[in-house]
């Protein structure tokens, strides 16, 4: 078979930059902002230890405790908290309840509880109820806005003094003697050639006792560190691109609604989901494995078709779009954890490190638990006065000790199973549910997604919304004349440029002829172009989407 028609998209891919990510003994800086705890991500992960870090740290000081004032910092890279958050969301609410046990379900910022739920199986005419597999059934859980989760979060933390930084992305760590002692942030202001222009903001170094790495899903923090100290898994981890709508609607679903099969051809593992976020608005998302075969497979176009089928269309009726978004989603699973999750002034939490139930299509509380053991296992070194990696690895055991290990434990081979195809995949995820993942078994897969083959095919013409349509819905405040943060390969043949073209849901990579043309700024961070092509790494503070409703 020739190149052309067959291609590995790991062929095409720099190699990740961790020289750059990791700074190693690094001149002391005078200007330094000193912290003592800094998390660098600011959604649920993130906001929830910060929360609970500075409740223990003021527990501890009105009964007489020795740690005194203890700084504790989160660090966001978009404008404003939640700009950046984008989930399903249903949300199980175990974490806010173990977190503020005092307020009830109803103080939570929660849109609604979930009415129900309804299975469908597509084809291009129709759709045919199935029953809904034990692990989507959404009974005592809620339809919610993470950036409204995030932005209540923030509340609470500014309440509790955390330093909520905003517009500050994390470029680097800081690193000296092998031990986390913070991060340094991007520079602002740069042109286009990289050169300080007329607003030029240089990088700020943070210190801290212990850095929690909360960046979420793809971070280039964490994946270099993981590679800096040979911190392996099981299996690597894969990935999924999700494309969602908020739509303001004259009827909305009376169920949280999850669809399977079409659009997607039967060798790609994804579907649909369609609930309602109150009275009059809903949100529809498609969701597709990035270990799928086909080149022109686009996530974004067939989530307009999804639109036109019959279950769907009537609700879009007079209905009006209010935004879009789109982002990866890690769907390893137990297999693809880290094999620890700290180090030397160092912990590791959330999407970050992959805490994602892909059957239960749930991570959100996942994220949240995390946070909180960290925070709990920040607290006891600083205690001790002893931030290593032995004092650290008491958050690994609450981890384990908790429902995030034994959730992902009961569906540790769900996901890998439909790399055999969809049906086959089905049987297996049918029996492996019945028997808590013991029957029949499987094995850890060994491929990244970037060393999943694929199939070159041609694209078809888009319909609905177009990419460069829903890149102004998803409320983009990136300068024109930014550098670019994509490292793209020196030389990229046509058909794998091509599949660049389809892959991005925002219109960031165009043919002009046989050039790849990179739009940098249309770039909402999904982060799909830094697993199979383009490295993605983050760009200075504020850029990016900015999102409101998702």
């Known amino acids: ?150 932005r209540w979060l923030g509340g609470k933390a500014e309440e509790l003094g955390v330093n909520l930084l905003t517009s500050f992305p994390a470029d680097s760590l800081l690193v000296r003697n092998n031990k986390v002692e913070g991060v340094r942030t991007t520079a602002a202001g740069l042109d286009r050639n990289s050169q300080p222009g007329g607003q030029y903001m240089p990088p700020t170094d943070i210190m801290a006792q212990i850095t929690v790495l909360t960046e979420g899903t793809r971070g280039p923090l964490t994946q270099a560190y993981l590679n800096w100290q040979k911190v392996s898994a099981p299996a690597p981890q894969i990935y999924a691109l999700g494309v969602k709508e908020v739509w303001r609607l004259k009827k909305t679903p009376e169920s949280v609604i999850h669809t399977m099969g079409w659009p997607l051809p039967t060798d790609a593992f994804g579907g649909s989901f369609f609930y309602p976020m109150g009275d009059d608005m809903a949100a529809l998302g498609l969701v597709v494995g ?72 749930k991570g959100i509380h996942y994220a949240m638990l995390a946070g909180i053991f960290a925070a709990r296992s920040a607290f006891q070194a600083l205690k001790a006065k002893n931030t290593s990696a032995a004092q650290l690895s008491s958050y690994d055991q609450m981890v384990k000790n908790s429902v995030i290990h034994q959730d992902l434990y009961k569906v540790r081979n769900m996901r890998q199973a439909f790399k055999s195809g969809f049906y086959v995949g089905g049987a297996k995820a049918a029996m492996m549910t019945l028997t808590a993942g013991h029957f029949p078994g499987g094995a850890p897969h060994h491929e990244e997604d970037a060393q999943e083959w694929k199939q070159t095919t041609k694209g078809e013409k888009g319909v609905g919304l177009s990419k460069v349509d829903a890149v102004y819905l998803s409320a983009n405040k990136t300068r024109d004349d930014i550098p670019s943060h994509l490292s793209v390969a020196d030389a990229v043949p046509p058909h794998v440029a091509d599949f660049y073209t389809h892959m991005c849901p925002a219109g960031v990579y165009e043919m002009q002829g046989d050039r790849l043309v990179v739009n940098a700024p249309n770039c909402v961070d999904c982060k799909a172009t830094d697993v199979l092509g383009p490295r993605w790494r983050p760009r200075e503070g504020g850029s990016g989407p900015n999102y409101t409703v998702m």
């Not at 405790?65 to 958050?85: F, T």
């Not at 176009?301 to 879009?324: C, D, N, R």
Request: proline content about 8%.
């Open 1 to 150: 078979m020739s190149q052309e028609s067959r291609f590995v998209p790991a062929q095409y891919q720099k190699p990740l930059a961790w020289d750059q990510l990791i700074l190693n003994d690094v001149p002391e800086n005078p200007d330094a902002v000193p912290m003592d705890v800094v998390f660098v991500g600011g959604g649920p992960a993130g906001l929830c230890g910060a929360i609970e870090l500075a409740r223990l740290v003021k527990d501890d000081n009105e009964k007489g405790g020795s740690l005194g004032s203890v700084e504790i910092g989160v660090l966001e890279k978009a404008s404003s908290l939640g700009g950046h958050s984008l989930s399903g969301a249903v949300v199980n609410p175990m974490a806010l309840q173990m977190l503020f046990p005092d307020l009830k379900t109803a103080d939570f910022p929660f849109r609604q509880p979930v009415p129900g739920d309804a299975v469908y199986m597509l084809n291009g005419t129709g759709a045919f109820r199935l029953p809904t597999p034990p692990t989507m059934h959404n009974t005592g859980n809620y339809v919610a806005s993470i950036c409204e989760i995030v």
């Open 290 to 361: 990035l270990d799928y075969r086909q080149s022109a497979l686009d996530v974004h176009k067939m989530l307009q078709q999804l639109k036109e089928h019959t279950l769907f269309k009537p609700y879009f009726a007079g209905g009006s779009i209010v935004e879009w978004g789109a982002k990866t989603i890690p769907e390893g699973g137990f297999h693809s954890l880290p094999s620890r999750l700290h180090g030397d002034g160092i912990l590791l939490a959330g999407d970050c490190v992959g805490m994602v139930n892909v059957p239960a299509l």
